[in-house]
């Protein structure tokens, strides 16, 4: 939690963030990774939420059951724990139920 703090006091989110734009998804994919872990933290998801319509997207472009649409749900999956920004998900509920249909058990889950 010091951490988390330290990271978001210093801008990290941001920085982190801006990550997900790069073309090459093993970084896309560790950003996600590295928003999800931060995203533990209330006062992180504030920052966090900004970026929710992207993830989205990256979600439904990337490749079925690929590492980086996994890093995504899972970042959304920590990000709809509280009602605060489920708005931000709803036109993604259509791509969530074809992954539903569609992926690996892995990507179900």
Known sequence: SIFQDIIQNMGGLSVIGGMLSN?????KEKALNA????????????EIQVFITQVC???ESAPLNSDV?????RLLTNMSVTSDYHQKMI???????????????RTQV
Do not use: F, W, Y
């Open 23 to 27: 073309c090459v998804p093993k970084v």
């Open 35 to 46: 928003l999800n872990n931060l995203s533990m933290n209330i006062k992180n998801q504030e």
């Open 57 to 59: 997207r990256t979600v």
């Open 69 to 73: 649409q996994l890093a995504g749900l």
């Open 91 to 105: 036109n993604s509920i259509p791509c969530c139920l074809h992954l539903l249909s569609k992926g690996t058990e």
